[in-house]
Nanobody, 125 residues
């Protein structure tokens, strides 16, 4: 079973930066993609970014494109989300997810098999 643990959340001022980390268990060899989602109170969970196995393809939500970067360190079995130029609307609980299935619908939570417990990101103005 794949286990995911997020870290790196916190509180920052608008315009600041944070880097989130998602450490995966040894059972990620068959994952097709790993992604980041976020959910604010009263809103549905939305896809932020995803990276396909091998790092050959990445995708981003329009709202974060140009500000966020997803990357992976295969040696550490870890996926990162570098968040720059943060805005108050980025405030949410951020979740890491992994999928062993086709990832064409990368932005849909149902695509993913495994989830971390989340890390809170708060951006103040």
């Amino acid at each position: 079973q794949v286990q995911l643990v997020e870290s790196g959340g916190g509180s920052v001022q608008a315009g600041g930066s944070l880097r989130l980390s998602c450490a995966a268990s040894q059972y990620t060899y068959n994952t097709n993609c790993m992604g980041w989602f976020r959910q604010a109170p009263g809103k549905e969970r939305e896809g932020v970014a995803t990276i396909y196995t091998g790092g050959v393809s990445t995708y981003y939500a329009d709202s974060v494109k140009g500000r966020f970067t997803i990357s992976q360190d295969n040696a550490k079995n870890t996926v990162y989300l570098q968040m720059n130029s943060l805005k108050p609307e980025d405030t949410a609980m951020y979740y890491c997810a992994a999928s062993t299935r086709y990832c064409g619908a990368w932005y849909r939570p149902r695509t993913y098999d495994y989830w971390g417990q989340g890390t809170q990101v708060t951006v103040s103005s």
